[in-house]
């Protein structure tokens, strides 16, 4: 994610999902209503970088990482979300990586089904059930490695850096099929794929005179 010097950029990846906050429908009711509300689900990235008179930054960041667990229970249609939520303020030298936080989350589920009646049946009850047991473990590190980019050769670079991996990865995965980044930049963006600068000697000299 890219931004100015202090400002807010959030980034969010995920979907809406609709959640039922109010419902009537109620016998007689000539107006029968149910109310919803859509909540973001996924990975939301908010940061506020201040670069420092030093070349530090200092970094106002919150990650909220959500997923849908399942429903409450069998007879309702409620759902349960799961979330990860980690917020802070880290001051950061310009190109180093930094360890935001670590979280690991560990959980069990039993669950058990029977039939009616007969599950309840002493010594022969267990034929007529059965029991699952569910575990899982989360781990949830946050690595962040902030740039400063100080000229359009350096975010010029970076572009293509960024370009270059991607296009890698597609044809890593298929490669005989064409890019889809090279498809949609000849046909949607018309233009060409970004490259980085190379400096020429002159350029060097120039530089190291200054």
Same mark, same amino acid.
């Given at each position: 994610?890219?931004?100015?010097?202090?400002?807010? &950029?959030?980034?969010?990846?995920?979907?809406?999902?609709?959640?039922?906050?109010?419902?009537?429908?109620?016998?007689?009711?000539?107006?029968?209503?149910?109310?919803?509300?859509?909540?973001?689900?996924?990975?939301?990235?908010?940061?506020?970088?201040?670069?420092?008179?030093?070349?530090?930054?200092?970094?106002?960041?919150?990650?909220?990482?959500?997923?849908?667990?399942?429903?409450?229970?069998?007879? &309702?249609?409620?759902?349960?979300?799961?979330?990860?939520?980690?917020?802070?303020?880290?001051?950061?030298?310009?190109?180093?990586?930094?360890?935001?936080?670590?979280?690991?989350?560990?959980?069990?589920?039993?669950?058990?089904?029977?039939?009616?009646?007969?599950?309840?049946?002493?010594?022969?009850?267990?034929?007529?059930?059965?029991?699952?047991?569910?575990?899982?473990?989360?781990?949830? %590190?946050?690595?962040?490695?902030?740039?400063?980019?100080?000229?359009?050769?350096? +975010?010029?670079?970076?572009?293509?850096?960024?370009?270059?991996?991607?296009?890698?990865?597609?044809?890593? %995965?298929?490669?005989?099929?064409?890019?889809?980044?090279? &498809? %949609?930049?000849?046909?949607? %963006?018309?233009?060409?794929?970004?490259? +980085?600068?190379?400096?020429?000697?002159?350029?060097?000299?120039?530089?190291? +005179?200054?």
């Amino acid at each position: 994610i890219m931004t100015l010097d202090n400002e807010e &950029a959030t980034f969010l990846v995920g979907q809406e999902v609709p959640i039922t906050t109010g419902q009537t429908l109620l016998d007689g009711n000539s107006n029968p209503f149910t109310t919803t509300e859509r909540k973001d689900i996924g990975v939301r990235l908010t940061v506020r970088p201040q670069i420092n008179s030093g070349g530090s930054i200092t970094l106002t960041l919150k990650q909220e990482v959500s997923a849908i667990d399942g429903v409450l229970t069998r007879s &309702a249609s409620d759902i349960v979300l799961d979330k990860r939520e980690l917020e802070t303020t880290l001051v950061v030298d310009d190109g180093d990586i930094a360890v935001a936080g670590g979280l690991l989350d560990q959980n069990e589920r039993l669950e058990s089904t029977r039939v009616p009646g007969l599950g309840d049946v002493p010594v022969i009850g267990h034929l007529f059930r059965t029991t699952s047991r569910q575990g899982g473990r989360t781990n949830l %590190m946050v690595f962040l490695r902030p740039t400063i980019i100080r000229t359009p050769e350096d +975010a010029q670079g970076l572009s293509a850096d960024r370009w270059g991996y991607m296009r890698a990865q597609q044809q890593a %995965m298929h490669p005989d099929v064409e890019p889809s980044l090279d &498809a %949609m930049l000849r046909d949607y %963006m018309r233009a060409q794929p970004p490259s +980085a600068v190379i400096a020429t000697p002159s350029e060097n000299l120039d530089d190291n +005179a200054r």
